[in-house]
């Protein structure tokens, strides 16, 4: 059961953002009849994906070539146990603020609460299995979701898989190619092109 849930992680991933972009594509905000808070919903869903799409593509520095078959502590993996689910949150978030409204980040924050803490369960599970009493002692100091900054620590050299690290970039910003596509809807709406059927707060 476990083991399926982090096979179909990504799938219903894509399934609930799909499911979102349906929504976005003929929808608007109420909240555009105030520009201050519009606009500051917007820039904080900048920064937030900024941070996140940063944030994945460091951890995928970090991975490339690695998962599973090494314990990776180092880099965002010193600060916290999941830091590319954490960086992916932020991202989302971010995407949803982008929207300008409030509704839809806290639908994505509901969606991500209910489903990804059995997902990192279960691969934390895996991976005790795969790295038994390394994971044991890395799983007592290091938080298992939010990052603890004091924890950081970084080699000064690290071997990367190029091939792999160069293909996660793509995945790593999907949450600013998200954004592009979110502007263009907005801009479909001003045209006319798009209809809007709901405004949502």
């Not at 920064?47 to 070539?65: E, Q």
């Not at 100091?141 to 898989?161: D, G, I, Q």
Request: charged residues 15%; hydrophobic residues 50%.
């Amino acid at each position: 059961m476990h083991f399926l849930m982090e096979k179909t992680r990504i799938p219903i991933s894509r399934i609930f953002a799909i499911i979102l972009l349906i929504v976005i594509l003929f929808s608007d905000s109420k909240w555009e009849q105030i520009l201050f808070i519009s606009n500051v919903y917007f820039l904080v869903g900048c920064i937030l994906v900024g941070i996140g799409s940063l944030g994945r593509l460091w951890c995928s520095l970090y991975i490339a070539g690695y998962k599973n078959s090494v314990l990776v502590t180092f880099g965002p993996y010193s600060m916290t146990r999941n830091p590319l689910y954490f960086f992916s949150l932020l991202g989302a978030v971010g995407v949803g603020l982008a929207t300008e409204t409030l509704v839809i980040p806290f639908v994505i924050l509901v969606l991500f609460l209910g489903y990804y803490p059995t997902v990192i369960r279960s691969e934390e599970r895996r991976l005790l299995k795969l790295h038994g009493k390394k994971f044991e002692a890395y799983g007592r100091n290091t938080p298992t979701f939010f990052p603890k900054l004091s924890l950081l620590e970084e080699p000064l050299t690290y071997t990367v898989n190029t091939k792999i690290f160069r293909k996660n970039i793509f995945g790593a910003l999907w949450f600013i190619w998200l954004m592009g596509i979110m502007e263009i809807i907005e801009a479909f709406h001003e045209a006319g092109v798009l209809p809007i059927y709901l405004r949502i707060y």
